[in-house]
């Protein structure tokens, strides 16, 4: 069974501060996805990267995918509160017919 | 483009009675449909796949007699909760394949509390 392990689970900073979620596995994935989700609504979509090495940025956030595809992190500069919520990275594999892996989630809270 | 709509948003039932939650795929046609659970705080967890045309698979640990998955078209997909129990209570959220092999949408959940 593949696992996702997404560390940390809790973070609270202040605003301005940078922070980094770690998505690590033991195992190959095809494709990582990191997705954010507020309470109450479901996960939205914020990447996806497939080449081993590869980086991603999306304003303040960016995204890297491990040379070996085993792993992922996604790193916030100069959080904001609005950065609250729900962080998820989900893998996806060739031989889990379609089904994404889900790390354990990081609770973000971004104090004004 | 690629929306899933869930309904209900919330439901309130008491326990002993079934719930039925539903998942339409907007502007794709969704063979593959995910289901997952979700508790406060914590991850998704799948609770099954349900193939168009098709019985749906389910996790280990999931039962399929209290959780009936129905996927009878290619715009909708059904989870039904029988006899509800306060235990049953959680966050339910179905996710759409609208594109192999990334393309996967979320719906905006469905809050369950039996009481």
């Known amino acids: 069974t593949q696992l996702l392990e997404q560390s940390p689970q809790f973070l609270s900073i202040q605003e301005g501060e940078n922070l980094t979620v770690y998505c690590n596995s033991s195992?190959?994935?095809?494709?990582l996805q990191w997705y954010r989700q507020e309470p109450g609504e479901g996960p939205v979509l914020l990447v996806t990267?497939?080449?081993?090495?590869e980086v991603k940025k999306l304003k303040r956030l960016t995204f890297q995918f491990g040379d070996a595809r085993k792993d992922s992190s996604l790193h916030i500069t100069a959080a904001q509160p609005g950065d609250t919520g729900l962080y998820l990275c989900?893998?996806?594999?060739?031989?889990?017919?379609?089904?994404?892996?889900f790390g354990q989630g990081t609770e973000l809270s971004v104090k004004p | 483009g690629a929306v899933v709509s869930q309904h209900p948003s919330r439901v309130i039932c008491k326990s002993g009675t079934s719930v039925k939650i539903e998942c339409r795929s907007l502007?794709?046609?969704?063979?593959?449909m995910f289901w997952y659970r979700q508790f406060p705080k914590k991850s998704l967890m799948l609770m099954a796949t349900?193939?168009?045309?098709?019985?749906?698979?389910?996790e280990q640990g999931v039962e399929k007699d209290k959780f009936l998955i129905n996927h009878a078209s290619l715009t909708l997909s059904t989870l039904t909760v029988t006899s509800a129990h306060p235990e049953d209570s959680s966050f339910y959220i179905c996710?759409?394949?609208?594109?192999?092999?990334?393309?996967?949408?979320f719906g905006s959940g469905t809050r369950l509390t039996v009481v």
């Open positions: 989900a893998g996806g594999a060739d031989n889990q017919g379609g089904k994404l892996i």
């Open positions: 195992s190959v994935f095809s494709s």
């Open positions: 990267v497939v080449t081993g090495g």
């Open positions: 502007d794709f046609q969704a063979t593959t």
């Open positions: 349900s193939n168009e045309g098709s019985k749906a698979t389910y």
């Open positions: 996710s759409g394949r609208w594109g192999a092999p990334y393309g996967y949408t």
